[in-house]
C-alpha cells in the first residue's frame, strides 16, 4: 500500500463579470495626474492593460480564482486529472477529486501529499474553492501544512529551501528529467478561454509525473525508497 499522493492543480483567473468591474474601479490614474484630458489619456491608453494584468494574477487567489484542473496519482499507479469546462462545473470538479480519494482511502495509510510548492499553492488554493463551494475535503487532507511536516512533501523546498525558489522546469533540467517543454502554467488560461480543455488535463497529469520523478530522486539521495 502505498502513502503518497502526488497532486498538482491547474488554475484560472476570475470569471466573474462583477470581479472584474471592482478590479477595474480599483485601479485609477496616478496622483499627478489631474487633467481630465490627461486622466482620459490615461484610461485609454494604460488602464487596460493595467486591468487586464490584475484580473490575470487573480488565478493565483483562491477567493477569487478558479481551478480549473486536478491531477493526481497515488504511489506508482497511472495518473489522473479532472477538467472543467466551464466554471459553473467546479464544484462537480473537486467533489468528484475527492471520491476518488475516498476510494484509495484503504491504500492511502498516513498519506503524504506531495508536490512542487504544493505547500504555499496546491493545498492552500484546494481548501479555499472547498470552503467557497462548500466541499468536504477528506479529513487526513492537510490543513495548514508546513515544509517539515510529515503530511505533506514540496519539491520545490526540499530542494531550494523555505527561503528559495525553484520552478518545476528548472529542477527538471538539474535532474537530468524531461521538463515542460513547449507549454507552461502561465499558458493556461489562454487554452481555457480557447476550450483546450483536453490539453490542459494532459499537461496536468505531465506535471504529476514529472513530480513523481522528482520525488523518487530525491528519495534516492535521502536513503529512502519511494513508496
Known amino acids: 500500500m502505498s502513502s503518497y499522493l502526488y497532486l498538482d492543480i491547474e488554475t484560472i483567473p476570475s470569471q466573474d463579470?462583477?470581479?472584474?468591474?471592482?478590479?477595474?474601479?480599483?485601479?485609477?490614474?496616478?496622483?499627478n495626474i489631474t487633467k481630465a484630458e490627461t486622466i482620459a489619456?490615461?484610461?485609454?491608453?494604460k488602464k487596460p492593460a493595467l486591468v487586464a494584468d490584475a484580473i490575470a494574477k487573480t488565478s493565483?487567489?483562491?477567493?477569487l480564482g478558479h481551478i480549473c484542473?486536478?491531477?493526481?496519482?497515488?504511489?506508482?499507479?497511472?495518473?489522473?486529472s479532472t477538467d472543467i469546462g466551464n466554471v459553473h462545473e467546479e464544484k462537480q470538479m473537486l467533489e468528484f477529486f475527492v471520491s476518488k480519494l475516498h476510494?484509495?482511502?484503504?491504500?492511502?495509510?498516513?498519506?503524504?501529499?506531495?508536490g512542487h510548492n504544493v505547500v504555499d499553492f496546491d493545498i492552500r488554493f484546494i481548501w479555499q474553492r472547498a470552503i467557497i463551494l462548500g466541499v468536504r475535503l477528506p479529513g487526513w487532507f492537510p490543513r495548514d501544512p508546513k515544509p517539515w511536516g510529515d503530511d505533506t512533501f514540496d519539491t520545490m523546498t526540499a530542494f531550494a529551501g523555505a527561503r528559495n525558489r525553484i520552478s518545476m522546469?528548472?529542477?527538471?533540467?538539474?535532474?537530468?528529467i524531461p521538463g515542460k517543454g513547449e507549454v507552461d502554467g502561465s499558458m493556461v488560461a489562454g487554452m481555457w478561454e480557447r476550450g483546450e480543455f483536453a490539453q490542459i488535463a494532459h499537461y496536468c497529469r505531465e506535471d504529476v509525473e514529472r513530480t513523481r520523478a522528482i520525488h523518487k530522486r530525491m528519495m534516492i539521495a535521502f536513503g529512502q525508497e519511494a513508496a
Open 17 to 31: 463579470a462583477a470581479v472584474h468591474e471592482r478590479i477595474a474601479a480599483s485601479i485609477t490614474p496616478p496622483g
Open 41 to 45: 489619456a490615461w484610461e485609454a491608453d
Open 60 to 63: 493565483f487567489d483562491g477567493a
Open 69 to 80: 484542473c486536478i491531477g493526481w496519482a497515488v504511489g506508482e499507479d497511472s495518473s489522473a
Open 103 to 114: 476510494e484509495r482511502s484503504r491504500q492511502l495509510v498516513t498519506p503524504t501529499v506531495i
Open 169 to 176: 522546469d528548472n529542477l527538471c533540467r538539474a535532474l537530468g
